[in-house]
């Protein structure tokens, strides 16, 4: 047989009477510590709601978390075919970091003390593609634009 649940402000709205009426109804078992005050009738009924809700959620598997962690597992097998890996930085010097993605070299930032304002330089293949006051700018151009 089914109950309605009814949630706390429901049951706030319900007089005594149908409070005990509702009790009766679920035919709960456990021993209303107050049976004039209305707070004891109500948290009666919700320990009771609760209880089930709880041997429900626990016996029938959860349709949710299953499409979720399906959801999940395809974006990252994606994200493994786009990025296979992430990129390996080497400090040479201060002034020189390269880029490998595996053991492919794939870009290095060297610094121009000639440049006035833009001193850092990306290289990929020995050609400058890109030009920043940080190096940190090279950094994020490297990174965003997946040399």
Same mark, same amino acid.
């Given at each position: ?15 005594? !009477? ?43 598997? #959860?349709?949710?978390?299953?499409? *979720?962690?399906?959801? #999940?597992?395809?974006? !990252?097998?994606? !994200? *493994? ?22 053991? *492919? ?12 304002? *833009? ?12 030009? !920043? ?15």
């Amino acid at each position: 047989m089914t109950y309605q649940i009814y949630n706390q402000q429901q049951l706030q709205l319900k007089s005594i !009477a149908r409070l005990k009426q509702i009790y009766s109804e679920i035919a709960y078992t456990v021993e209303v510590s107050d049976k004039r005050c209305k707070d004891s009738w109500i948290s009666a009924i919700a320990e009771y709601q609760a209880s089930k809700i709880q041997k429900l959620t626990l016996a029938a598997p #959860d349709e949710q978390a299953t499409a *979720q962690a399906e959801l #999940d597992h395809f974006i !990252a097998t994606q !994200a *493994q075919a786009i990025a296979p890996e992430p990129l390996r930085i080497v400090e040479i010097s201060f002034d020189h970091h390269e880029y490998y993605a595996g053991n *492919q070299l794939v870009a290095s930032i060297s610094y121009d003390d000639n440049h006035l304002t *833009q001193r850092w330089i990306v290289m990929v293949n020995d050609k400058e593609v890109f030009r !920043a006051n940080t190096l940190m700018r090279c950094d994020r151009f490297i990174c965003t634009h997946s040399l």
